[in-house]
């Protein structure tokens, strides 16, 4: 694999975009990071979900409302713990697992980033959580 360290600022932006998106519940600024094809799959109680971005980003602004469980908050008084715990770039493709703890949830995040015409965009994101 080939590291791109000229890259890696704008996709650890991207990132950061992307989490603050997340806890902020700010569709506008998911939609910025996300390609708009881009597919979310995980585990959630334990059966496998699939979203296309739209999707998720109406369940994550509360349109229709989510389940209690899955409900976006405040971000913690702490701030927002989180961080990459893993890039790797291949030519015009990077690969980021994105550790995040809000809602007392830990989300390990695996996400796939193509660098196109409009700049590195989330092309997928496959997660898992545990509850804390």
């Known amino acids: 694999m080939l590291k791109q360290p000229e890259s890696s600022a704008e996709v650890?932006?991207?990132l950061e975009k992307y989490v603050h998106g997340c806890v902020s519940a700010n569709?506008?600024?998911i939609r910025e990071v996300f390609h708009p094809e881009a597919q979310l799959f995980g585990k959630f109680e334990g059966k496998t979900v699939t979203f296309a971005i739209e999707a998720w980003i109406d369940r994550l602004t509360g349109?229709?409302?989510p389940a209690n469980d899955a409900k976006i908050s405040?971000?913690?008084e702490d701030g927002i713990e989180w961080t990459i715990d893993h890039l790797v770039f291949?030519?015009?493709i990077a690969h980021a697992t994105v550790v995040s703890r809000f809602?007392?949830?830990w989300y390990r995040?695996?996400?796939t980033l193509l660098?196109?015409?409009d700049g590195w965009k989330i092309v997928n994101k496959t997660f898992t959580y545990e509850k804390v």
């Open 115 to 117: 660098q196109t015409e």
């Open 90 to 92: 291949d030519e015009n």
């Open 63 to 65: 349109n229709p409302k």
């Open 12 to 14: 650890n932006s991207i």
């Open 109 to 111: 995040d695996h996400m």
């Open 27 to 29: 569709g506008s600024l």
């Open 103 to 105: 809602l007392n949830v």
């Open 74 to 76: 405040d971000p913690p």
